[in-house]
């Protein structure tokens, strides 16, 4: 077989398994085994809200929330690391990590809204994004 005629099979070949690929690499969606787990039931709006520019909704929702401990908020990040890539990847679309872990503040208005403090000081109205998203 010549060389040129298998370079052409190859590239072929390439081009179906590209077609074919779940995760493109504009593709921020969490894995199907590995859903994202919120230590916060805010955490869940602001994800969702993010939507991954080849599939849409990057997730099952919605993820029934149970109380975190500290102990485990704190070891979150590190439970991260051992995830796929791609997990890794779907959550820091969300969740910067320039930006995050934010600090939740209630504030006493009369909506009763919850802000998070992100690390630059910026305040996001969470309550805001639970709104939109069940509407």
């Not at 006493?108 to 630059?120: M, Q, V, Y």
């Amino acid at each position: 077989m010549r060389t040129r005629t298998l370079f052409k099979r190859l590239e072929k070949v390439e081009e179906v398994l590209k077609a074919h690929s779940i995760y493109s690499q504009d593709c921020i969606c969490f894995p199907e085994k590995e859903q994202p787990f919120f230590c916060s039931p805010f955490e869940e709006p602001v994800a969702a809200s993010v939507k991954c520019p080849v599939h849409g909704n990057r997730f099952r929702a919605p993820i029934s929330h149970i109380y975190v401990s500290r102990w485990r908020l704190e070891k979150e990040p590190a439970r991260r690391q051992g995830l796929s890539a791609q997990y890794r990847k779907a959550w820091e679309a969300s969740f910067p990590t320039e930006l995050w872990p934010a600090v939740p503040e209630v504030e006493r208005t009369e909506d009763g809204n919850i802000f998070f403090r992100l690390k630059d000081g910026t305040k996001i109205c969470v309550s805001d994004y639970a709104k939109s998203t069940d509407d």
